[in-house]
């Protein structure tokens, strides 16, 4: 069970937004990952628990940031229920999406065990319900994603295959990499894994 820590920036300006404490593990009907999200300074300021079946699709979602909440899974497309800070009104939603984004690196390997890409493969389009800062506001995007090439390295601890995808935001056109290894996500846009207790697991083929 990797256990570990990201810090979060701005990846366009790379303005500092805290860290992600995270526990992650796959299991025998999928895999789950726990985080804590903390301020710059220090302070609680969210946290993430999202759990996916063996195929990749989201079976549970909870997310907490600015005292607003959001519940989902999928259900005809993705379902999700938004909650205020008072507790007082709830807001549903559905979009025919295939899975749930964010700025938890979560998402990202949530998504390639969707996905299941191959190396050279064409690029494949997915529609996603992104969930913004600060406030968790469902936003609906269109991503392209391919892996362009899988290495394996020398480690102290034995060989680790490293993923790398091409990331296409449809609406805009920019580009951005995302390196993965197993459950990790080693560098993204406003992601770097900062420190890792254990190995990233190794996903059955």
Request: hydrophobic share 35%; charged share 20%; proline share 8%.
């Amino acid at each position: 069970m990797p256990r570990g820590r990201y810090s979060l920036h701005d990846p366009h300006d790379h303005t500092p937004l805290g860290e992600e404490h995270f526990h992650c593990a796959p299991g025998p009907s999928g895999w789950r990952y726990v985080s804590q999200i903390t301020t710059p300074a220090g302070d609680h300021h969210g946290s993430v628990d999202l759990a996916v079946d063996a195929l990749g699709r989201p079976i549970r979602l909870e997310l907490h940031a600015a005292g607003w909440q959001v519940r989902g899974a999928a259900l005809d497309g993705v379902t999700w229920v938004r909650t205020d800070p008072t507790g007082t009104h709830a807001t549903e939603g559905n979009v025919r999406a295939h899975a749930f984004t964010g700025t938890s690196p979560a998402f990202l390997v949530a998504l390639t065990r969707l996905l299941r890409l191959d190396p050279g493969a064409p690029e494949t389009r997915v529609r996603l319900v992104a969930f913004t800062d600060p406030v968790l506001a469902p936003l609906t995007v269109d991503r392209s994603w391919a892996l362009r090439k899988r290495e394996t390295h020398s480690t102290d601890d034995g060989p680790l295959t490293v993923d790398e995808y091409q990331v296409v935001a449809l609406d805009t056109g920019e580009r951005h990499t995302v390196h993965i290894a197993g459950d990790v996500v080693l560098a993204a846009p406003g992601i770097e894994l900062e420190d890792l207790d254990t190995r990233p697991s190794v996903f059955p083929a």
